[in-house]
């Protein structure tokens, strides 16, 4: 069974640092990792998606790496901002057998201070 | 946006009483999912639907069932609420399985009393 680990848990930083958010999976047999943002009581928006074939996506100043064979994948942000505040969470579609839909790790809460 | 609608978006109900949340996305999307958020657990699968008619269960199926009779809805049915079933309920759409980005709706808040 596929299990999604999201590390740290939560992080607060001064705006303009440079942070990056780490996601680690139990197994390497993906077809995508995806990585989501929420924001308090709603929906999840959707970042960047890294299919299994890629090593990174970048979208403005995010930008999230693949590691299929150590099981990690990084959001680096760069030059925060305190519009950034939100929980961040990644998920992985596994390519094996069993149901479909994406497993996801519990977040990083990221607070932003101005 | 993706045009995805949940209804309704806040329930109230009482346990042992049947429930229904509608999802419905204006996308022509082939495939829909149906999770719950809970403190602790995070997002988990609970069924998912690959084109009209064709549903299958996810990780926490027990105590739900699902249909979707028309591309653009996909009902989930909590058939007797259980204290347990309080939750955040989310629907996601794809437009395929392995590439695409799951879009996800504003999500149900459900309490079961």
């Known amino acids: 069974k596929q299990e999604v680990t999201q590390i740290p848990a939560a992080l607060s930083v001064p705006e303009g640092e440079n942070l990056v958010l780490n996601c680690s999976f139990t197994d390497s047999a993906i077809y995508n990792l995806q990585w989501f943002r929420q924001d308090p009581g709603k929906g999840l928006t959707s970042l960047l998606l890294?299919?299994?074939?890629?090593r990174e996506q970048t979208s403005g100043r995010l930008n999230a790496s693949l590691d299929k064979s150590s099981g990690r994948s990084t959001l680096y942000i760069a030059a925060s901002q305190p519009g950034d505040s939100a929980t961040y969470l990644c998920?992985?579609?596994?390519?094996?057998?069993?149901?479909?839909?994406?497993?996801f790790g519990k977040g990083t809460h990221l607070i932003i201070q101005p | 946006d993706a045009g995805i609608t949940q209804s309704p978006r806040h329930k109230v109900t009482e346990t042992g009483t049947p429930v229904t949340l509608r999802c419905h996305q204006t996308?022509?999307?082939?495939?829909m999912y149906w999770y719950r958020q809970d403190p602790g657990h995070g997002l988990r699968l609970i069924h998912y639907s690959y084109g009209v008619k064709d549903t299958d269960k996810g990780e926490v199926s027990d105590g739900y069932s699902v249909s979707r009779s028309k591309t653009e809805d996909f009902l989930l049915t909590l058939e007797s609420a259980t204290s347990s079933q309080t939750s955040v309920y989310f629907c996601?759409?794809?437009?395929?399985?392995?590439?695409?980005?799951?879009?996800f709706g504003p999500g149900t808040r459900l309490l079961v009393l």
């Open positions: 996308e022509n999307h082939r495939y």
């Open positions: 890294i299919q299994s074939s890629q």
């Open positions: 998920a992985a579609l596994h390519s094996g057998g069993g149901a479909d839909g994406l497993t």
């Open positions: 996601a759409i794809s437009l395929g399985r392995s590439a695409e980005t799951q879009y």
